[in-house]
């Protein structure tokens, strides 16, 4: 497959993938925890179709210590016991983040409360800001048609 724009190459879109990047320090730097930061980005990723995404937030979570086993089973989270009550209600702010065009009313009550029984307003905040982040950086590799597979952990910073 061969990408429909070189991001990096192109002014325009460097500069935004820069200021995106920028913009990720706030999470990056909050009290959310790195483990969940990764699942959600890899969750989101799935949902998207999203394979640069994907191969990147997989390796990463990998290489910072995340079992195969929990990552084989992001997709399937509901049915895992692998996942801690926490990172299953930032899951599921994730998936209704993340598909917010397939429900009229978007994220639920139910998911937002479940969520905000374990972070705080900061760490929410931070939850927020990565599902806007991730999605942003899918959309812009899945319209480009990114190709996957040879991304190495660390390679973007």
Same mark, same amino acid.
């Given at each position: 497959?061969?990408?429909?724009? #070189?991001?990096?190459?192109?002014?325009?879109?460097?500069?935004?993938?820069?200021?995106?990047?920028?913009?990720?320090? +706030?999470?990056?730097?909050?009290?959310?925890?790195?483990?969940?930061?990764?699942?959600?980005?890899?969750?989101?990723? =799935?949902? #998207?179709?999203?394979?640069?995404?994907t191969d990147m937030h997989t390796?990463?979570?990998?290489?910072?210590?995340?079992? $195969?086993?929990?990552?084989?089973?992001? +997709? @399937? /989270?509901?049915?895992? +016991?692998?996942?801690?009550?926490?990172?299953?209600?930032?899951?599921?702010?994730?998936? $209704?983040?993340? *598909?917010?065009?397939?429900? &009229?009313?978007?994220?639920t009550d139910e998911a937002w409360? #479940? &969520?905000?029984?374990?972070? !705080? !307003? !900061?760490? %929410?905040? &931070? %939850? @927020? +800001?990565?599902?806007?982040?991730? #999605?942003? /950086?899918? *959309?812009?590799?899945?319209?480009?048609? $990114?190709?996957?597979?040879?991304?190495?952990?660390? =390679? /973007?910073g």
């Open positions: 497959m061969e990408p429909r724009l #070189n991001l990096l190459g192109n002014s325009v879109t460097a500069k935004f993938a820069k200021y995106l990047v920028s913009a990720s320090k +706030a999470v990056t730097d909050s009290a959310l925890p790195s483990a969940t930061q990764e699942l959600v980005k890899l969750r989101a990723s =799935q949902i #998207n179709g999203c394979g640069v995404c390796k990463d979570a990998a290489h910072a210590g995340e079992t $195969q086993l929990r990552l084989n089973l992001v +997709a @399937v /989270w509901r049915e895992a +016991a692998v996942f801690t009550e926490a990172e299953r209600a930032a899951l599921e702010l994730t998936e $209704q983040g993340t *598909r917010i065009a397939d429900a &009229a009313t978007g994220v409360a #479940n &969520a905000a029984k374990h972070y !705080d !307003d !900061d760490q %929410l905040a &931070a %939850l @927020v +800001a990565l599902i806007a982040e991730i #999605n942003a /950086w899918n *959309r812009l590799n899945v319209i480009t048609r $990114q190709p996957a597979g040879d991304y190495q952990p660390g =390679q /973007w």
